[in-house]
T-cell receptor, first 113, second 110 residues
């Protein structure tokens, strides 16, 4: 079974702190994605990566950056957390090509005070 | 990205079939149709996807209209565990950058 592990299930941070959210997958997938999910707004794509050291902006990249130094690991970085970044963050991976299936982690609920 | 339209909510009874509709009138020839669902307190999970022909798997069936402007996800015999938000998504040439809409919240009555 594919396993997508997100580093923390729940985090509480203060405004201005630097926040790292990590996602690790064990299936050698090419593609990795970071989404955030908010009530009434659904899932929105922040950043994605189709290969190591490669990244592309999604629909809402402002205030975020990412890092993909190894194939299995995709990190989401909030350089200076703000209260409007309080959200559920979801990582997903996929094998690419015409395979339709994305595998999601359980999510990381971040609260910024 | 081509858009999809789904009802906000639907309700059905346990052990009955459920037909979840999705309209995608601006679909292009290379767009795949994907369905995901999200159970409470979990990340989304893949259900099924297709391009032109109807598709079946162990979870569901996907019926695609001949003009591809609509599709229907069919749960053949709903259980309480099928209560979730169901998302219909289009992707260009099957690429995995998926843009989620609001989905349909499915309630299953015992």
């Amino acid at each position: 079974d594919v396993k997508v592990t997100q580093s923390s299930r729940y985090l509480v941070k203060r405004t201005g702190e630097k926040v790292f959210l990590e996602c690790v997958q064990d299936m050698d997938h090419e593609n990795m994605f970071w989404y955030r999910q908010d009530p009434g707004l659904g899932l929105r794509l922040i950043y994605f990566s189709y290969d190591v050291k490669m990244k592309e902006k999604g629909d809402i990249p402002e205030g975020y950056s990412v890092s993909r130094e190894k194939k299995e690991r995709f990190s989401l970085i909030l350089e200076s957390a703000s209260t409007n970044q309080t959200s559920m963050y979801l990582c997903a991976t996929g094998a690419g090509g015409r395979s339709g299936e994305l595998f999601f982690g359980e999510g990381s609920r971040l609260t910024v005070l | 990205d081509a858009k999809t339209t789904q009802p906000n909510s639907m309700e059905s009874n346990e052990e009955e079939p459920v037909h979840l509709p999705c309209n995608h009138s601006t679909i292009s020839g290379t767009d795949y149709i994907h369905w995901y669902r999200q159970l409470p307190s979990q990340g989304p999970e893949y259900v099924i996807h297709g391009l032109t022909s109807n598709v079946n798997n162990r979870m569901a069936s996907l019926a695609i209209a001949e003009d591809r402007k609509s599709s229907t996800l069919i749960l053949h015999r709903a259980t309480l565990r099928d209560a979730a938000v169901y998302y219909c998504i289009l992707s260009w040439q099957g690429a995995q950058k998926l843009v989620f809409g609001q989905g349909t919240r499915l309630t299953i009555n015992p």
